[in-house]
Protein backbone atom coordinates (compact mmCIF):
# COMPACT_ATOMS: atom_id res chain seq x y z
CA UNK A 1 0.00 0.00 0.00
CA UNK A 2 2.86 2.15 0.62
CA UNK A 3 4.69 1.76 -2.94
CA UNK A 4 2.14 -0.25 -4.97
CA UNK A 5 -0.50 1.98 -5.46
CA UNK A 6 -1.77 0.27 -9.32
CA UNK A 7 -2.54 -2.63 -7.53
CA UNK A 8 -6.63 -3.03 -7.32
CA UNK A 9 -6.52 -4.52 -3.88
CA UNK A 10 -4.32 -1.16 -2.97
CA UNK A 11 -7.02 0.85 -4.98
CA UNK A 12 -9.83 -0.45 -3.38
CA UNK A 13 -8.24 -0.32 0.47
CA UNK A 14 -6.70 3.25 -0.11
CA UNK A 15 -10.19 4.57 -1.11
CA UNK A 16 -12.08 2.71 2.05
CA UNK A 17 -9.42 3.82 4.85
CA UNK A 18 -6.27 5.69 4.05
CA UNK A 19 -3.89 6.14 0.81
CA UNK A 20 -0.18 5.93 0.34
CA UNK A 21 2.64 6.30 3.05
CA UNK A 22 -0.48 7.46 5.59
CA UNK A 23 -1.23 3.48 6.26
CA UNK A 24 2.25 3.94 8.11
CA UNK A 25 0.76 6.02 10.70
CA UNK A 26 -3.10 5.30 10.43
CA UNK A 27 -5.03 4.57 13.64
CA UNK A 28 -7.41 0.86 13.91
CA UNK A 29 -10.75 1.57 14.69
CA UNK A 30 -13.99 -0.84 16.16
CA UNK A 31 -15.87 -0.36 12.70
CA UNK A 32 -12.69 -1.82 10.98
CA UNK A 33 -13.09 -5.04 8.48
CA UNK A 34 -10.82 -7.98 9.99
CA UNK A 35 -8.65 -7.65 6.71
CA UNK A 36 -7.82 -3.90 7.42
CA UNK A 37 -7.32 -5.05 11.04
CA UNK A 38 -4.84 -7.45 10.39
CA UNK A 39 -2.97 -5.33 7.68
CA UNK A 40 -2.66 -2.57 10.56
CA UNK A 41 -1.41 -5.55 13.03
CA UNK A 42 1.10 -6.10 10.24
CA UNK A 43 1.84 -2.47 9.83
CA UNK A 44 2.63 -2.06 13.68
CA UNK A 45 5.21 -5.23 13.18
CA UNK A 46 7.19 -3.60 9.74
CA UNK A 47 6.93 0.73 10.21
CA UNK A 48 9.96 0.72 12.11
CA UNK A 49 11.40 -0.75 8.85
CA UNK A 50 10.34 2.11 6.90
CA UNK A 51 12.26 5.46 6.46
CA UNK A 52 11.58 8.57 3.99
CA UNK A 53 14.24 9.13 1.17
CA UNK A 54 14.30 12.52 -0.44
CA UNK A 55 13.18 12.88 -3.97
CA UNK A 56 12.66 16.05 -4.78
CA UNK A 57 12.44 17.57 -1.54
CA UNK A 58 8.52 19.01 -1.80
CA UNK A 59 7.60 17.32 0.86
CA UNK A 60 6.15 19.53 3.82
CA UNK A 61 8.88 20.13 6.26
CA UNK A 62 5.89 20.56 9.27
CA UNK A 63 3.37 17.70 8.18
CA UNK A 64 5.84 14.91 6.77
CA UNK A 65 7.52 12.20 8.81
CA UNK A 66 10.71 12.53 7.04
CA UNK A 67 12.90 12.21 9.84
CA UNK A 68 13.38 10.27 13.51
CA UNK A 69 11.22 13.37 14.67
CA UNK A 70 8.29 12.46 13.67
CA UNK A 71 6.25 15.71 12.67
CA UNK A 72 8.26 18.80 13.41
CA UNK A 73 5.13 20.83 13.23
CA UNK A 74 4.42 19.03 16.61
CA UNK A 75 7.39 20.24 18.31
CA UNK A 76 6.92 23.97 18.21
CA UNK A 77 4.03 25.85 20.49
CA UNK A 78 2.80 27.63 16.76
CA UNK A 79 4.62 27.64 13.58
CA UNK A 80 5.13 31.31 12.16
CA UNK A 81 2.91 32.28 8.93
CA UNK A 82 6.55 33.12 7.08
CA UNK A 83 7.55 28.92 7.20
CA UNK A 84 3.63 27.68 6.88
CA UNK A 85 4.72 26.53 2.97
CA UNK A 86 8.45 25.39 3.68
CA UNK A 87 9.41 22.28 2.16
CA UNK A 88 12.24 19.72 2.84
CA UNK A 89 14.40 21.29 0.36
CA UNK A 90 13.57 24.64 0.99
CA UNK A 91 15.31 24.19 4.23
CA UNK A 92 18.33 21.99 3.21
CA UNK A 93 19.44 24.16 0.37
CA UNK A 94 19.48 27.22 2.11
CA UNK A 95 22.95 26.84 3.17
CA UNK A 96 24.24 25.41 6.97
CA UNK A 97 23.17 25.96 9.50
CA UNK A 98 19.55 24.63 7.83
CA UNK A 99 17.51 25.85 10.68
CA UNK A 100 18.48 29.76 10.56
CA UNK A 101 15.67 30.06 7.42
CA UNK A 102 13.37 29.20 9.75
CA UNK A 103 10.94 31.93 11.90
CA UNK A 104 9.77 29.09 14.03
CA UNK A 105 10.91 28.25 17.66
CA UNK A 106 12.18 24.88 17.90
CA UNK A 107 13.62 23.07 20.66
CA UNK A 108 17.30 22.76 20.50
CA UNK A 109 17.74 19.29 20.31
CA UNK A 110 15.26 19.29 17.02
CA UNK A 111 17.86 22.27 15.42
CA UNK A 112 21.24 20.42 16.10
CA UNK A 113 19.67 17.25 14.52
CA UNK A 114 18.11 19.04 11.73
CA UNK A 115 21.63 21.05 11.28
CA UNK A 116 23.76 17.99 11.21
CA UNK A 117 21.80 15.88 8.70
CA UNK A 118 22.47 15.99 4.87
CA UNK A 119 19.80 15.36 1.87
CA UNK A 120 20.40 15.11 -1.68
CA UNK A 121 17.13 16.61 -4.26
CA UNK A 122 16.39 15.83 -7.66
CA UNK A 123 13.97 17.87 -9.32
CA UNK A 124 12.77 14.25 -11.63
CA UNK A 125 11.83 12.27 -8.46
CA UNK A 126 9.69 12.24 -5.88
CA UNK A 127 9.71 11.84 -2.57
CA UNK A 128 8.92 8.33 -1.00
CA UNK A 129 8.99 5.64 2.19
CA UNK A 130 11.40 3.25 1.16
CA UNK A 131 11.87 -0.48 3.31
CA UNK A 132 15.29 -0.05 4.67
CA UNK A 133 15.64 -2.59 7.82
CA UNK A 134 19.71 -3.41 6.77
CA UNK A 135 22.48 -2.26 6.89
CA UNK A 136 22.62 -1.57 2.95
CA UNK A 137 19.81 0.11 2.55
CA UNK A 138 17.66 -1.83 0.44
CA UNK A 139 15.49 -4.91 2.20
CA UNK A 140 14.99 -8.08 0.50
CA UNK A 141 11.64 -10.09 0.74
CA UNK A 142 13.67 -13.47 2.31
CA UNK A 143 15.21 -11.48 5.01
CA UNK A 144 12.06 -9.36 5.70
CA UNK A 145 9.94 -12.43 6.39
CA UNK A 146 12.33 -14.03 8.93
CA UNK A 147 13.21 -10.68 10.04
CA UNK A 148 9.43 -10.36 11.24
CA UNK A 149 8.95 -13.87 12.35
CA UNK A 150 11.87 -12.46 14.67
CA UNK A 151 9.66 -9.61 15.92
CA UNK A 152 6.67 -12.37 16.51
CA UNK A 153 8.88 -14.71 18.03
CA UNK A 154 11.55 -13.41 19.37
CA UNK A 155 11.89 -16.68 21.82
CA UNK A 156 12.40 -18.76 19.24
CA UNK A 157 14.20 -16.65 16.38
CA UNK A 158 17.64 -14.56 16.86
CA UNK A 159 17.38 -10.53 17.11
CA UNK A 160 19.01 -9.78 14.10
CA UNK A 161 17.18 -11.43 10.75
CA UNK A 162 19.29 -14.18 9.36
CA UNK A 163 20.74 -13.74 5.68
CA UNK A 164 19.64 -16.53 2.93
CA UNK A 165 21.66 -14.63 0.49
CA UNK A 166 24.15 -17.48 0.38
CA UNK A 167 21.19 -19.98 -1.00
CA UNK A 168 20.36 -17.55 -3.92
CA UNK A 169 23.73 -16.97 -4.92
CA UNK A 170 24.33 -20.49 -5.58
CA UNK A 171 24.93 -21.57 -9.00
CA UNK A 172 22.11 -23.93 -8.99
CA UNK A 173 18.78 -24.24 -10.68
CA UNK A 174 16.36 -22.11 -8.81
CA UNK A 175 13.60 -24.72 -8.36
CA UNK A 176 16.54 -26.35 -6.35
CA UNK A 177 17.43 -23.12 -4.35
CA UNK A 178 14.10 -22.75 -3.58
CA UNK A 179 13.54 -25.86 -2.20
CA UNK A 180 16.41 -25.12 0.21
CA UNK A 181 15.29 -22.02 1.10
CA UNK A 182 11.80 -23.78 2.25
CA UNK A 183 14.03 -26.63 4.15
CA UNK A 184 15.59 -23.71 6.24
CA UNK A 185 12.25 -22.33 7.12
CA UNK A 186 10.52 -25.99 7.73
CA UNK A 187 8.16 -25.34 5.33
CA UNK A 188 8.50 -28.16 2.68
CA UNK A 189 5.26 -29.84 3.13
CA UNK A 190 6.26 -33.13 4.75
CA UNK A 191 3.99 -35.38 6.70
CA UNK A 192 5.43 -33.86 9.88
CA UNK A 193 5.05 -30.17 8.67
CA UNK A 194 1.57 -30.84 7.63
CA UNK A 195 0.52 -32.99 10.98
CA UNK A 196 2.18 -29.94 13.03
CA UNK A 197 -0.52 -28.42 10.93
CA UNK A 198 -3.28 -30.17 11.49
CA UNK A 199 -3.44 -31.21 7.77
CA UNK A 200 -2.89 -34.91 7.96
CA UNK A 201 -3.36 -37.17 11.54
CA UNK A 202 0.00 -38.52 11.17
CA UNK A 203 3.91 -37.42 11.10
CA UNK A 204 5.06 -40.56 10.54
CA UNK A 205 6.88 -41.80 7.36
CA UNK A 206 4.22 -43.55 4.94
CA UNK A 207 7.62 -45.26 3.09
CA UNK A 208 9.37 -46.98 5.90
CA UNK A 209 6.90 -46.13 9.25
CA UNK A 210 9.81 -45.92 11.44
CA UNK A 211 10.23 -42.48 12.07
CA UNK A 212 7.87 -39.04 11.76
CA UNK A 213 8.85 -37.76 8.25
CA UNK A 214 10.98 -34.55 8.80
CA UNK A 215 12.56 -33.08 6.00
CA UNK A 216 15.99 -34.97 6.80
CA UNK A 217 14.44 -38.25 7.29
CA UNK A 218 12.68 -37.21 3.84
CA UNK A 219 15.74 -36.73 1.81
CA UNK A 220 18.22 -38.82 3.92
CA UNK A 221 17.70 -41.04 6.44
CA UNK A 222 14.81 -42.80 5.17
CA UNK A 223 15.74 -46.19 3.71
CA UNK A 224 13.92 -45.35 0.24
CA UNK A 225 16.68 -42.39 -0.15
CA UNK A 226 19.43 -43.06 1.86
CA UNK A 227 20.47 -45.80 -0.82
CA UNK A 228 20.88 -42.82 -3.17
CA UNK A 229 23.53 -40.94 -1.18
CA UNK A 230 25.75 -44.27 -0.66
CA UNK A 231 25.65 -45.26 -4.38
CA UNK A 232 26.70 -41.00 -4.88
CA UNK A 233 29.09 -42.48 -2.18
CA UNK A 234 28.29 -39.95 0.63
CA UNK A 235 29.66 -42.39 2.88
CA UNK A 236 31.58 -39.60 5.55
CA UNK A 237 30.93 -40.99 9.24
CA UNK A 238 29.23 -37.78 9.92
CA UNK A 239 27.09 -37.15 6.89
CA UNK A 240 23.64 -39.38 8.24
CA UNK A 241 24.44 -37.37 12.03
CA UNK A 242 21.67 -35.92 13.74
CA UNK A 243 22.77 -32.14 12.61
CA UNK A 244 19.55 -29.20 11.59
CA UNK A 245 19.03 -28.42 8.46
CA UNK A 246 20.26 -25.50 7.53
CA UNK A 247 23.92 -26.38 8.87
CA UNK A 248 23.03 -30.05 6.87
CA UNK A 249 22.85 -28.08 3.49
CA UNK A 250 25.30 -25.04 3.92
CA UNK A 251 28.31 -27.04 5.24
CA UNK A 252 27.97 -29.13 1.94
CA UNK A 253 26.45 -27.37 -0.80
CA UNK A 254 29.06 -25.07 -0.25
CA UNK A 255 31.87 -28.12 -0.98
CA UNK A 256 33.50 -29.92 -4.46
CA UNK A 257 30.56 -31.70 -4.50
CA UNK A 258 28.18 -29.40 -4.04
CA UNK A 259 26.39 -30.35 -7.69
CA UNK A 260 26.00 -34.06 -6.83
CA UNK A 261 24.71 -33.17 -3.48
CA UNK A 262 21.91 -30.87 -5.01
CA UNK A 263 20.89 -33.03 -7.81
CA UNK A 264 20.87 -36.13 -4.85
CA UNK A 265 18.36 -33.96 -2.59
CA UNK A 266 15.95 -32.96 -5.64
CA UNK A 267 15.48 -36.25 -6.97
CA UNK A 268 15.11 -38.25 -3.41
CA UNK A 269 12.14 -35.88 -2.82
CA UNK A 270 11.09 -36.68 -6.51
CA UNK A 271 11.21 -39.73 -5.61
CA UNK A 272 8.83 -39.60 -2.91
CA UNK A 273 6.81 -37.34 -4.53
CA UNK A 274 6.41 -39.98 -6.83
CA UNK A 275 5.97 -42.85 -4.45
CA UNK A 276 3.32 -41.01 -1.88
CA UNK A 277 1.44 -39.18 -4.25
CA UNK A 278 1.17 -41.20 -7.39
CA UNK A 279 2.23 -44.95 -5.98
CA UNK A 280 4.93 -45.08 -8.40
CA UNK A 281 8.43 -46.44 -7.15
CA UNK A 282 11.36 -45.90 -9.24
CA UNK A 283 14.38 -48.47 -9.95
CA UNK A 284 17.51 -47.48 -8.57
CA UNK A 285 18.91 -47.25 -11.84
CA UNK A 286 16.55 -44.72 -13.23
CA UNK A 287 17.40 -42.61 -9.95
CA UNK A 288 20.88 -42.56 -10.88
CA UNK A 289 20.55 -41.72 -14.12
CA UNK A 290 18.69 -38.71 -13.31
CA UNK A 291 20.89 -37.94 -10.83
CA UNK A 292 23.74 -38.07 -12.77
CA UNK A 293 21.68 -35.90 -15.57
CA UNK A 294 21.41 -33.41 -13.78
CA UNK A 295 24.52 -32.65 -12.40
CA UNK A 296 25.83 -32.61 -16.22
CA UNK A 297 23.13 -30.13 -17.06
CA UNK A 298 24.02 -28.24 -14.10
CA UNK A 299 28.08 -28.03 -15.01
CA UNK A 300 27.27 -26.75 -18.18
CA UNK A 301 25.77 -24.24 -16.77
CA UNK A 302 27.45 -22.98 -14.59
CA UNK A 303 30.12 -19.72 -16.11
CA UNK A 304 32.52 -20.46 -13.46
CA UNK A 305 33.97 -23.92 -15.26
CA UNK A 306 35.78 -23.84 -18.41
CA UNK A 307 36.06 -26.41 -21.23
CA UNK A 308 38.09 -24.60 -23.21
CA UNK A 309 42.23 -24.85 -22.66
CA UNK A 310 44.14 -23.96 -19.73
CA UNK A 311 45.70 -21.00 -21.68
CA UNK A 312 46.22 -17.90 -19.62
CA UNK A 313 43.46 -14.76 -20.18
CA UNK A 314 45.29 -11.44 -21.29
CA UNK A 315 43.63 -8.54 -19.66
CA UNK A 316 43.83 -4.68 -20.06
CA UNK A 317 42.24 -1.49 -18.32
CA UNK A 318 40.97 -0.59 -21.99
CA UNK A 319 39.95 -4.16 -22.82
CA UNK A 320 37.67 -3.14 -25.60
CA UNK A 321 40.27 -0.65 -27.24
CA UNK A 322 38.09 2.36 -26.93
CA UNK A 323 40.03 5.22 -28.99
CA UNK A 324 38.88 8.08 -26.63
CA UNK A 325 39.41 9.16 -22.57
CA UNK A 326 39.12 6.06 -20.54
CA UNK A 327 38.18 6.61 -16.82
CA UNK A 328 38.49 3.80 -14.31
CA UNK A 329 36.31 4.62 -10.86
CA UNK A 330 36.38 1.78 -7.83
CA UNK A 331 34.78 2.67 -4.42
CA UNK A 332 36.28 0.52 -1.39
CA UNK A 333 35.53 0.17 2.53
CA UNK A 334 38.43 -0.69 4.44
CA UNK A 335 39.66 -1.14 8.19
CA UNK A 336 37.06 -1.08 11.60
CA UNK A 337 35.17 0.62 11.86
CA UNK A 338 34.65 0.20 8.22
CA UNK A 339 35.49 3.69 6.22
CA UNK A 340 34.29 4.15 3.19
CA UNK A 341 36.01 5.81 -0.12
CA UNK A 342 36.34 6.33 -3.73
CA UNK A 343 38.85 7.02 -6.31
CA UNK A 344 39.46 6.97 -9.79
CA UNK A 345 41.85 7.81 -13.00
CA UNK A 346 41.66 9.31 -16.56
CA UNK A 347 44.04 8.20 -19.09
CA UNK A 348 43.86 8.80 -22.44
CA UNK A 349 43.71 5.21 -25.63
CA UNK A 350 47.48 5.20 -25.15
CA UNK A 351 47.73 4.90 -21.44
CA UNK A 352 48.85 8.60 -20.45
CA UNK A 353 47.97 10.13 -16.78
CA UNK A 354 45.48 12.84 -17.12
CA UNK A 355 44.30 12.72 -13.91
CA UNK A 356 43.32 11.14 -10.88
CA UNK A 357 41.00 11.56 -8.10
CA UNK A 358 39.75 10.32 -4.53
CA UNK A 359 37.81 11.08 -1.53
CA UNK A 360 36.28 9.83 2.08
CA UNK A 361 32.51 8.80 2.40
CA UNK A 362 31.43 10.36 5.98
CA UNK A 363 28.86 8.35 7.42
CA UNK A 364 28.36 5.83 5.09
CA UNK A 365 30.16 2.40 5.17
CA UNK A 366 28.29 0.58 2.55
CA UNK A 367 30.35 -0.56 -0.98
CA UNK A 368 27.64 -0.01 -3.41
CA UNK A 369 27.15 3.50 -2.51
CA UNK A 370 31.13 3.99 -2.52
CA UNK A 371 31.18 2.67 -6.06
CA UNK A 372 28.24 4.72 -7.24
CA UNK A 373 29.55 7.59 -5.78
CA UNK A 374 33.13 6.96 -7.51
CA UNK A 375 31.21 7.21 -11.02
CA UNK A 376 29.20 10.05 -9.98
CA UNK A 377 32.34 11.89 -8.90
CA UNK A 378 34.29 10.70 -12.04
CA UNK A 379 31.61 12.07 -14.47
CA UNK A 380 31.89 15.35 -12.89
CA UNK A 381 35.58 15.47 -12.83
CA UNK A 382 35.54 14.74 -16.52
CA UNK A 383 32.78 17.50 -16.90
CA UNK A 384 34.73 20.29 -15.19
CA UNK A 385 37.62 18.90 -17.41
CA UNK A 386 35.83 19.70 -20.93
CA UNK A 387 36.03 15.65 -21.36
CA UNK A 388 32.35 14.68 -23.13
CA UNK A 389 33.51 11.85 -25.13
CA UNK A 390 34.82 8.74 -23.12
CA UNK A 391 34.61 5.51 -21.51
CA UNK A 392 33.81 4.61 -17.97
CA UNK A 393 34.79 1.38 -16.78
CA UNK A 394 33.76 -0.24 -13.04
CA UNK A 395 34.06 -3.47 -11.48
CA UNK A 396 30.98 -3.60 -9.75
CA UNK A 397 28.47 -5.48 -11.81
CA UNK A 398 25.51 -4.16 -9.96
CA UNK A 399 26.30 -0.93 -10.37
CA UNK A 400 26.57 -1.16 -14.08
CA UNK A 401 23.22 -2.91 -14.11
CA UNK A 402 21.30 -0.62 -11.89
CA UNK A 403 22.52 2.47 -13.91
CA UNK A 404 21.67 0.30 -17.58
CA UNK A 405 18.54 -1.16 -16.00
CA UNK A 406 14.89 0.21 -15.52
CA UNK A 407 14.21 3.28 -12.97
CA UNK A 408 13.73 1.91 -9.47
CA UNK A 409 11.83 4.24 -7.94
CA UNK A 410 12.35 3.16 -4.67
CA UNK A 411 15.75 2.07 -4.45
CA UNK A 412 17.68 4.14 -1.23
CA UNK A 413 20.15 5.65 -3.97
CA UNK A 414 17.70 6.44 -6.24
CA UNK A 415 18.71 10.26 -6.32
CA UNK A 416 22.24 9.49 -6.18
CA UNK A 417 21.36 7.12 -9.41
CA UNK A 418 19.36 9.77 -11.19
CA UNK A 419 22.14 12.21 -11.01
CA UNK A 420 24.52 10.07 -12.34
CA UNK A 421 22.46 9.03 -15.11
CA UNK A 422 21.69 12.39 -16.03
CA UNK A 423 25.60 13.43 -16.36
CA UNK A 424 25.09 10.04 -18.78
CA UNK A 425 22.96 12.05 -20.87
CA UNK A 426 25.53 15.22 -21.06
CA UNK A 427 28.00 13.44 -23.38
CA UNK A 428 29.14 10.59 -25.21
CA UNK A 429 29.79 8.15 -22.82
CA UNK A 430 29.57 4.70 -22.11
CA UNK A 431 29.47 2.97 -18.44
CA UNK A 432 30.80 -0.92 -19.05
CA UNK A 433 31.95 -3.45 -16.77
CA UNK A 434 35.90 -4.55 -16.22
CA UNK A 435 37.58 -7.37 -13.97
CA UNK A 436 39.03 -6.44 -10.98
CA UNK A 437 42.14 -7.35 -12.17
CA UNK A 438 42.40 -4.15 -14.32
CA UNK A 439 41.18 -2.45 -12.44
CA UNK A 440 43.91 -2.03 -9.62
CA UNK A 441 45.05 1.63 -10.42
CA UNK A 442 41.39 2.69 -9.62
CA UNK A 443 41.49 0.71 -6.63
CA UNK A 444 44.92 2.53 -5.39
CA UNK A 445 43.25 5.69 -5.29
CA UNK A 446 39.72 4.36 -3.78
CA UNK A 447 41.72 2.75 -0.78
CA UNK A 448 43.34 6.15 -0.53
CA UNK A 449 40.71 8.01 -0.61
CA UNK A 450 38.89 5.47 2.45
CA UNK A 451 42.61 6.01 4.53
CA UNK A 452 42.58 9.65 4.04
CA UNK A 453 39.53 12.35 5.79
CA UNK A 454 39.51 14.38 2.27
CA UNK A 455 35.96 14.66 0.75
CA UNK A 456 37.95 15.20 -2.82
CA UNK A 457 41.36 15.14 -3.75
CA UNK A 458 42.26 15.86 -7.06
CA UNK A 459 45.25 14.61 -8.17
CA UNK A 460 46.42 16.77 -11.35
CA UNK A 461 49.47 15.79 -13.74
CA UNK A 462 52.71 17.98 -12.66
CA UNK A 463 53.85 19.57 -15.35
Known amino acids: MVQSSNKLWVDVLSNRYVAGPKVLHATAHSSDSVTWSFILRARNILKDAFSWRAGSGSSSFWSCRWSSLGFIGSLASYINIHDLQLSVKDVFSSGSPHAHILYTQLPSFAIDIINNMQHKFNASLEDAFIWTHNKNGIYTANNGYSWMLARMNPVITSNSPPSWSWIWKLQLSEKIKFLFWLACHNSVPTLSMLNHRNIVHSAVCSRCGLHDETFLHCVRDCIHSKHSWQQAEFNQSDFFSNEDTINWIKNRVMAPYSFLFAATIWWAWRNRNMMCLCNENWLNAKLSFNIQGMVDTLKACDPSISYTTDEGQFIKWNHNNHSCVILNVDGSCLGSPIRAGYGGILR???????????????????????ELYAIYKGLLLAKEMGITDFVCYSDSLHCINILNGPPMRFHAYVVLIQDIKE?????????????????????????????????????????
Not at 348 to 370: E, K, T
Open 348 to 370: NDAGFFLSGFSGYIQNSSDILYA
Open 423 to 463: LLEQGNVMVNYTLREVNQCADFFAKLGASSDVEFLWHELLR
